[in-house]
């Protein structure tokens, strides 16, 4: 069974300041997902990481997949009061009906 | 514009009654989509896979006979919730995610409160 663990699970920091929010996930897969949400709302497709090494950036975001350590990391750049939001990454299954599996999702709030 | 769009966005209603949700791709022909279901301040957690013309796969512990779905055409699944409970309300959310795009789209989520 796919289990998909995420890392810090609430995350407070000062305008300005980089910080780096961690996914691992258990078995093999070939698509993984980064999605934003903010309170009340649907979620908001950030990047979408097919490959080995793959680093996608779009502002302050950055994401990159290893594939072979099962981990992908949301490093975040200079982080602005707007990026506040609750962020998931998930992992599509390989088997067994190619379900998307969320993890627990990071808390972020940038503090003014 | 919005890909999926469920509908209706916020319900409230009785508890023993049975609620709706419809979920339509609205640019793409969908043989698969998925439900979610979010409690406040926690993760997705998938619920079923609707199947055009087919019945849904329900992930372990979810009960079958309280939330039905349909998926009879390639654009439209409903998700009823039978004889709701204050305990079923919930965030509720469909997806798309039509190959090879490999990407997922969500509706805008339906927000469930039974009194």
């Known amino acids: 069974e796919l289990k998909v663990e995420q890392n810090p699970l609430f995350l407070s920091m000062q305008e300005g300041k980089n910080y780096t929010i961690y996914c691992n996930y258990s078995t093999t897969s070939d698509r993984l997902y980064w999605y934003r949400q903010d309170p009340g709302k649907s979620l908001e497709s950030l990047f979408v990481?097919?490959?080995?090494?793959a680093v996608k950036q779009e502002g302050r975001l950055m994401a990159s997949l290893d594939t072979k350590a099962r981990l992908s990391t949301l490093h975040i750049t200079a982080a602005v009061h707007d990026l506040s939001a609750t962020y998931f990454c998930a992992v599509v299954t390989d088997t067994g009906g190619f379900k998307t599996i969320f993890g627990a999702g990071t808390r972020l709030f940038v503090k003014a | 514009g919005a890909v999926v769009s469920q509908h209706p966005s916020w319900v409230i209603c009785k508890s023993g009654t049975s609620v709706k949700i419809e979920c339509r791709s609205l640019?793409?022909?969908?043989?698969?989509m998925f439900w979610y279901r979010q409690f406040p301040k926690q993760s997705l957690m998938l619920m079923a896979t609707s199947n055009e013309g087919s019945k849904a796969t329900y992930e372990q512990g979810v009960e079958k006979d309280k939330f039905l779905i349909n998926h009879a055409s390639l654009t439209l699944s409903t998700l009823t919730v039978t004889s709701a409970h204050p305990e079923d309300s919930s965030f509720y959310i469909c997806?798309?995610?039509?190959?090879?795009?490999?990407?997922?789209?969500f509706g805008a989520g339906t927000r469930l409160s039974v009194l």
């Open positions: 640019d793409f022909q969908a043989t698969t």
């Open positions: 990481l097919l490959s080995n090494g």
């Open positions: 997806s798309v995610r039509p190959e090879p795009k490999n990407i997922q789209y």
